[in-house]
């Protein structure tokens, strides 16, 4: 499965989607392969901005969207996308159930025009279950660039039903598409598809059994062939499915199952058995597929994929592939690290500036002492200090990391580790979803359905906290900056600190393969399984697109989740660091509780407890430190990153705290976002406490081993 | 003409086959087919995987990565 913007759509998360019907207008249900454009024919033609592409839809209600055209109002369902919907995987199921007894309107089948062969297998598959289907060939511009010439009109003839063809991202294009959808839902055109003719015994046999459900049942006409082909497939989980959303029951009428038992001895007569049923029927619509397709593409340029293959040879090769993907990876971070830094300082004093004001307002006004303190320097202090730090290196390197994503590179990625990932029995695909971590690691657990072993995907949850996501490489990269290339100034500088925020990340690229296979081994005992996956066309990003998505749909929401933890957090942080008993802080006495421990691991009590009270989000722990060491009322204005490395300074902070602190910060508890998405996409509690406990032993470990280590250096 | 039976695994990369028949497991084969690959498919290696085990394959227009331990049980013929 690609990772560019549409693959993953919108997952929807439960089959209410049956329901979804519109009331005073029409329903259309969009589907088709993963990565075909499909969601951005629906943002386009609903004007929806959804977090498509590699973040899959939290609601069902993200999956819809409506649009009018003349003067009807349209539902617009989009559908996982699939290769098929002839298995039983979630995705094929949703699709399957909604195209069947969602009773859409129309349904578009969206297809690649670079590769209309094996779309089409799809397009055939869906005749079976409906007959109002519009087939949209997109990515035409792309076509044209590899020079595939695809005669759309005889292409319509050939399958008996409309065809249209779009460029997605030109808007412009979509307007004959919104026609089809008119006309077809007013039944100015109707659909009539030449469906596929498997062999004549198998056609035989359908027809039997179609006389036999005759009998029994009173369904639609389109539905009694697809039946009648699920029985004789003896798709148990199929049949299942149709006998609870029609109502009826199939399985035990004793004439159907006799007539279905003795059609299978004369198949298997034949050489037709239950194993190869299912490549029979492939084969039948491949063939079919191979043929249209021969009369309806021209290949101007048989070498049209050299282009994409010489990329591919080059970032996949055995000497560079790794390597460049570490070096993109530190460019990404580097940039993120130069560029973040200026504007981090203008905020810094930007909102320093507010704060004097604000106090003197305060002051003004005649506002208690302990209500102004407890306002500005809890609240106001620690939400501006997450954004000084935090909005600066999001707002750089989410569009960068959606360039790679968008540029097809996360397949590659997958591919490249794939070996490694196999030999600690687990799949390549988690790399994917731990890229998806580093934006997000909630986003990359439920990113982690893509792998579709329940063992590989489990193993893929349980780590995924080992990256950074982005409310953890602010911090790092603060720390790096402050201690590990404080003495190198300039771009040096600068090229240290993204080695040591990059060392860190191989670190915890590095204990996942490690936890991976100790997991195998252990309670989630297993064999590699299969790997099958696309590598996508390369495809140019849209860099207008990028910009306005990353910023809006990612940074300024995981922004916003950031603030509405931070500020009732600032609140609850200035009251334990002010309210006390015999004059002592609530918060010196949890952090003086926890020092002893916090030492062994090369830390201090304080920064121990803000990593406890940073459960809520990951984005909050560099403010609980600050204000532990400011707590008391003492007021200091933080110009950069640099006054903040004094603070630390002066409370004690060495080359060991700040290394100990960036290991722990990739290695400890995920947030609380995190644990109810694993619990959510695990269902159990078991898992949830073991995502909170594996990495945590880790930090814990980890940490004490460089303390020791660093103790015995210093003695000689 | 001279066809020759082996295992999809042993394709050298940049070399042309033909799928003859597909041993693997029910479910790996079921994705298989969702993927066009059906007997007769015409199928080239295109790339190595640098950390071992797996290659990508040009089939029907698209680039497909399938790991050696299910490749080895696709039977190709080449001519």
Redesign the interface.
């Known amino acids: 499965m690609g990772l560019t913007k549409s693959s993953m759509g919108n997952v929807l998360l439960n089959d209410d989607i049956k329901y979804y019907k519109n009331e005073n207008g029409f329903t259309v249900a969009l589907a088709g392969n993963p990565n075909v454009g499909k969601s951005t024919i629906f943002n386009s033609l609903t004007g929806l901005h959804q977090h498509t592409g590699n973040w899959p839809g939290k609601t069902v209600s993200n999956a819809t969207g409506h649009c009018n055209y003349k003067d009807k109002d349209f539902l617009l369902v989009d559908i996982p996308g699939t290769y098929s919907i002839l298995s039983d995987s979630q995705e094929e199921e949703i699709a399957r159930d909604y195209i069947c007894f969602g009773n859409p309107d129309a349904t578009i089948v969206v297809v690649d025009a670079t590769c209309l062969e094996r779309n089409l297998n799809l397009v055939f598959q869906i005749m079976e279950i409906t007959d109002n289907i519009i087939v949209c060939v997109n990515l035409l511009d792309e076509a044209k660039k590899k020079h595939i010439k695809i005669n759309l009109k005889l292409l319509s003839d050939l399958l008996g039903v409309p065809v249209v063809g779009t460029i997605a991202r030109k808007k412009k294009s979509l307007n004959n598409l919104l026609d089809t959808i008119y006309k077809v839902c007013n039944k100015d055109i109707i659909p009539s598809p030449k469906k596929i003719h498997y062999l004549p015994i198998i056609e035989n046999k359908i027809e039997l059994l179609n006389s036999k459900l005759k009998e029994f049942f009173d369904l639609s006409p389109v539905l009694y062939r697809w039946i009648s082909l699920k029985l004789l497939d003896n798709e148990q989980s199929i049949i299942k499915s149709i006998e609870n959303n029609l109502n009826i029951n199939i399985s035990n009428n004793v004439s159907i199952n006799d007539l279905r038992i003795e059609i299978e001895k004369d198949l298997s007569n034949i050489g037709i058995t239950k194993s190869n049923f299912k490549d029979t029927i492939t084969s039948s619509i491949m063939q079919k597929a191979e043929k249209i397709c021969n009369k309806v593409c021209t290949f101007e340029n048989a070498n049209y994929s050299s282009r994409d293959r010489k990329i591919d040879k080059i970032l996949t090769s055995k000497t560079f592939g790794i390597p460049i993907m570490i070096l993109f990876l530190g460019i990404i971070f580097w940039i993120t690290i130069v560029g973040a830094n200026y504007p981090s300082q203008m905020l810094f004093s930007f909102f320093g500036f507010i704060q004097e004001q604000l106090i003197s307002f305060a002051n003004y006004i005649n506002c208690p002492v302990w209500l102004s303190d407890m306002l500005i320097l809890g609240v106001f202090r620690t939400l501006t200090w997450i954004i000084s730090v935090m909005l600066p290196p999001m707002a750089i390197f989410f569009p960068l990391f959606t360039f790679l994503e968008d540029l097809g590179y996360l397949p590659r990625i997958a591919f490249n580790m794939d070996g490694f990932f196999k030999k600690c029995c687990c799949s390549g695909k988690q790399m994917i979803t731990m890229c998806m971590g580093f934006g997000c690691n909630a986003a990359g657990v439920t990113g982690c359905r893509i792998i579709s072993f329940p063992r590989e995907r489990l193993m893929a949850i349980l780590t995924n906290s080992f990256v950074p996501c982005n409310g953890r490489f602010p911090f790092l990269i603060t720390i790096a900056t402050i201690f590990i290339a404080s003495s190198i100034q300039g771009f040096a500088g600068s090229i240290v600190s993204t080695i040591a925020v990059m060392f860190v990340i191989l670190l915890g690229i590095f204990m996942t393969l490690v936890i991976s296979k100790i997991l195998s081994k252990t309670i989630l005992k297993g064999l590699p399984s299969s790997f099958v996956l696309e590598l996508p066309p390369y495809r140019k990003p849209q860099f207008g697109k990028i910009l306005v998505r990353s910023i809006f749909d990612r940074t300024l929401f995981v922004l916003g989740r950031a603030i509405c933890v931070a500020a009732p957090a600032g609140l609850v942080i200035w009251i334990f660091a002010n309210v006390g008993i015999n004059g002592e802080s609530l918060l010196n006495i949890i952090a003086n509780f926890l020092n002893p421990f916090a030492n062994l691991m090369g830390l201090d009590g304080y920064i121990l407890t803000a990593f406890i009270f940073g459960i809520p989000a990951n984005e909050i722990v560099l403010p609980i430190i600050l204000m532990c060491y400011l707590g008391n009322g003492s007021l200091v204005n933080l110009d950069d990153t640099f006054a903040i490395g004094n603070i630390l300074i002066q409370n004690g902070w060495t080359i060991l705290t700040a290394i100990n602190v960036m290991i722990f910060t990739c290695l400890h508890f995920p947030c609380t976002t995190t644990l109810l998405t694993i619990k959510k996409e695990t269902g159990k509690w078991k898992w949830t406490i073991l995502s909170f406990v594996i990495p945590t032993i880790c930090g814990i470990i980890l940490c004490m081993f460089t303390t020791l280590v660093y103790n015995i250096f210093v003695t000689i | 003409m001279n066809t020759k039976i082996i295992t999809l695994n042993k394709l050298p990369v940049n070399k042309t086959g033909f799928i003859y028949n ?1 041993k ?13 690959i ?2 007769n ?1 015409c199928i080239k290696a ?9 290659k ?1 394959f ?10 050696d ?2 490749s080895s049980l696709i039977q190709i013929y080449t001519k």
């Not at chain 2, 295109?46 to 797996?54: D, E, R, T």
């Not at chain 2, 040009?58 to 790991?67: D, F, P, Q, T, V």
């Open positions: 597909i693997c497991s029910e479910n790996v084969k079921r994705r298989l087919l969702d993927l066009g059906v007997k498919t295109i790339l190595k995987s640098p950390s071992g085990g797996l990508a040009e089939i029907r227009g698209s680039l497909i990565a399938i790991r331990e299910d």
